[in-house]
């Protein structure tokens, strides 16, 4: 009888992480969390002004923890990987160690640099080679900030390393640059996958910084002796596509070849696969992008501010936040949230994707002054805000679904969400009526699933990621809502 092969996925999002154990069994992918930590950004002081940082070291402790609990259990990976938000990075001196802070996207160092990186390379012509949407955190305008406010540290860094691909350095002592989150820094010609060293140069940025790509299933090498030691065993750290979008879409269970999905989590990213990036001035203009895949297959998404929303409102009523008639045994889980929404009658709506909500003082009183400005009902009860947020997220979704099909020639009878956004019944049920389209709702867990498929079809468990996807659906399903 062969013995049980274990994959380990780390999937580490702005809000949380988790470590998902996968084996096969009846042809069935099986999955088991081993360990879910918390996650969120830090204050640090910089030169008398307060960031937005990420511990990464209370991070490292975490996805050790998780490797701990793998052999507390006696269930060793055979390899394992990590997946994490894009566009952050951290810098490398010559000595291999962090220089200075890793920065949170959500940081406000960047506001203003567009007009900095514009000056040496129009917007216009920044899209039509990198083919990513303009967001202000990306890491160009990131690199642009560090320039601009650290550059003693830009100037000493040897190495560029994005988040998950730093802790696998952490846990293996090799460099490697991973293309699907090296491609959410706008600094990759859209046309070769490559990095764009003309574009580089004019920006100012060192060469140095930028190194080979390595492709999801490439081997980053063994855990180094000090880490097999501390966590009870040794094993291979497998590249998966590290943006965890590019590895949700991978679990996306459709054989279909013009699928619409939704990676449905901390943000929205609703779009489809191409061969070949669409960069046009169309797909500018409707700030679309087109982030590398697995293969790659270009991602070509929107951006939409997604359940940041509702987590944050969500953050807030559990701190305290006042409310009328608030008795303070209220439950805000988020199935609560969504429940108690449908059953509301507030009809106001706000632009979720408004740049006001990407980080603001108060969520709550964001989507009040949003409504109040639009001479709208005004929510005052928890579900009264959370049905403006989820209805306004619909809203959103058919918006983008009609973008999409325009910009393609495509057409689409159903949308595909993953993610934990799958499992927000209600939402599914609006994004079905606002879009008129099928919903295919699951798996909740694509993000790790995706990770983990990348890593089995390295392995020779799928022969390619039709053979996966084809095992998602008959492993996990999916719920229609019409």
Not at 14 to 26: F, T, V
Not at 91 to 101: I, P, Q, S, T
Not at 171 to 189: F, K, W
Request: overall charge negative.
């Amino acid at each position: 009888m062969n013995e049980t092969k274990y994959y380990l996925a780390v999937d580490i999002g702005a809000s949380s992480g988790r470590h998902i154990l996968a084996h096969m069994e009846d042809g069935r992918m099986v999955l088991e969390e081993v360990h879910r930590f918390w996650n969120g950004s830090d204050k640090a002081e910089v030169n008398g002004k307060t960031h937005r940082v990420w511990d990464t070291d209370r991070l490292l402790r975490e996805i050790i923890a998780g490797m701990k609990s793998c052999a507390a259990m006696g269930k060793i990976p055979v390899s394992m990987g990590i997946d994490t938000w894009g566009v952050d990075y951290v810098l490398l001196g010559a000595d291999g160690k962090r220089l200075g802070n890793c920065y949170a996207y959500r940081d406000d160092r960047t506001q203003g640099m567009e007009d900095e990186v514009y000056r040496r390379v129009p917007a216009e012509e920044l899209y039509r080679r990198t083919g990513i949407q303009f967001a202000i955190y990306n890491t160009i305008f990131q690199l642009a900030a560090q320039e601009s406010e650290e550059p003693e540290l830009l100037a000493q860094a040897e190495f560029l390393l994005m988040m998950p691909d730093y802790f696998h350095y952490m846990l293996t002592g090799v460099r490697r640059q991973e293309y699907t989150n090296a491609s959410t820094s706008q600094l990759l010609d859209v046309r070769t996958g490559d990095w764009d060293r003309e574009l580089i140069g004019r920006l100012g940025f060192p060469q140095k910084l930028f190194g080979p790509l390595s492709m999801p299933g490439t081997t980053v090498g063994e855990l180094l002796p000090e880490i097999a030691e501390e966590v009870g065993f040794c094993c291979r750290v497998a590249l998966p596509a590290t943006h965890d979008t590019g590895s949700a879409v991978m679990s996306v269970p459709s054989e279909a070849e013009d699928t619409l999905y939704i990676s449905s989590g901390t943000w929205s990213l609703m779009g489809c696969e191409l061969q070949e990036a669409n960069s046009s001035e169309a797909a500018r203009q409707a700030n679309f992008t087109n982030e590398g895949g697995y293969r790659k297959r270009y991602r070509f998404l929107k951006n939409i501010m997604g359940l940041w929303m509702i987590q944050s409102v969500k953050k807030e009523l559990e701190e305290g936040y006042p409310f009328e008639g608030r008795t303070g045994d209220e439950d805000f889980s988020f199935g609560n949230l969504c429940d108690r929404a449908s059953r509301e009658s507030i009809a106001s709506l706000v632009a979720a994707n408004d740049q006001r909500f990407l980080a603001p003082v108060s969520m709550i009183e964001e989507v009040k002054a949003a409504c109040a400005e639009q001479g709208m009902q005004v929510p005052q009860s928890p579900w009264e805000l959370a049905r403006v947020i989820y209805r306004s997220l619909a809203v959103c979704y058919r918006e983008a679904a009609e973008e999409i099909e325009a910009l393609t020639g495509k057409h689409f009878d159903a949308v595909n969400i993953v993610g934990g956004g799958s499992n927000a019944v209600w939402l599914n049920q609006l994004t079905a009526a606002e879009t008129g389209r099928t919903v295919l709702a699951g798996p909740g867990e694509a993000t790790a699933i995706g990770n983990l498929g990348a890593q089995m079809i390295a392995d020779g468990v799928f022969a390619d990621l039709t053979d996966f996807r084809r095992t998602v659906y008959r492993s996990f399903g999916v719920k229609e809502y019409r």
